[in-house]
């Protein structure tokens, strides 16, 4: 089903009144279930942090740890905070948006409002932004409760998973516009978004993996979000590293944004 319209057609506009009409009505459903959202985004990470950080932890510290002499916990606690951001801007990117178009077809009802499509993406997009950043800030707290944090610099940390978020987030979303139902999401995180979290530098060093997996994981934007995470949480900064690696998410989150600018015209406006 398609709405009649040219809704799309002004230039780029992201956080406008209408948009934010979106965001308000994603923060009342979040009122009534806010508890479960916090609650499925922490139980994971906390379960790797404790499992791997601390307990594996223990081995690898022991056996000569990880490069610079970091504490295991130290080491994985910023990436499992970016990595927890990404899967959860992954997973809000699909099947919710799946629900809004195709099920529950809450993106049609909108569309008989002064909402256009790019409303509907963009205010979904600040939720994404929100929910990560909310799960974010909750983490760091464990982290540093926990002594897993060298650096007070890790408070710029959560800024960096949010962007890691919305640079999986807005691609996703271009996706699941184009999909009738939910089976290429298996595909796509199964294939795509596990393997992913496994390796791109979140348990170990990239440089660790066959020389033939090193580019893709150089590719890979949780790669980037990790390494900008792990160096402000170690307070081993380096400006021009820095650069690149956060100007990459931006690049990707653009590209997201426009071919979600893209299919949501396509799938919504006629």
Do not use: C
């Not at 780029?12 to 009534?32: G, N, P, Q, W």
């Not at 970091?70 to 948006?97: C, D």
């Not at 409760?145 to 271009?174: E, K, Y």
């Amino acid at each position: 089903m398609a709405v009649i319209g040219v809704r799309l057609s002004r230039p780029v506009e992201f956080a406008t009144r209408k948009s934010i009409r979106v965001l308000e009505h994603d923060l009342l459903v979040f009122r009534r279930g806010w508890f479960n959202y916090l609650l499925n985004g922490l139980t994971q990470p906390f379960m790797y942090l404790v499992a791997m950080g601390i307990g594996l932890g223990l081995y690898v510290n022991k056996n000569g740890g990880t490069p610079g002499g970091v504490p295991y916990l130290n080491y994985i606690a910023p990436a499992l905070m970016v990595t927890q951001a990404m899967l959860a801007g992954a997973f809000e990117a699909a099947w919710p948006i799946m629900a809004k178009i195709n099920w529950t077809k809450t993106y049609h009802a909108a569309l008989n409002t002064p909402l256009g499509a790019q409303d509907l993406l963009a205010g979904d997009l600040m939720w994404i932004a929100f929910r990560a950043a909310l799960l974010s800030m909750l983490f760091t707290t464990v982290i540093v409760a926990l002594g897993a944090a060298s650096s007070p610099l890790i408070v710029l940390a959560v800024p960096v998973a949010v962007l890691t978020a919305l640079s999986f987030a807005a691609p996703i979303m271009a996706f699941t516009a184009t999909q009738e139902g939910d089976n290429g999401f298996n595909v796509l995180f199964r294939f795509g978004i596990t393997p992913i979290f496994l390796f791109s530098g979140t348990f170990y060093p990239v440089e660790k993996l066959p020389l033939f997996m090193q580019p893709v994981a150089w590719l890979t934007p949780t790669y980037h979000g990790v390494a900008v995470a792990r160096s402000l949480s170690l307070g081993q900064v380096d400006p021009f590293g820095t650069a690149v690696h956060l100007t990459f998410l931006a690049a990707v989150t653009l590209a997201g944004f426009a071919a979600a600018r893209v299919t949501f015209r396509r799938r919504l406006v006629l």
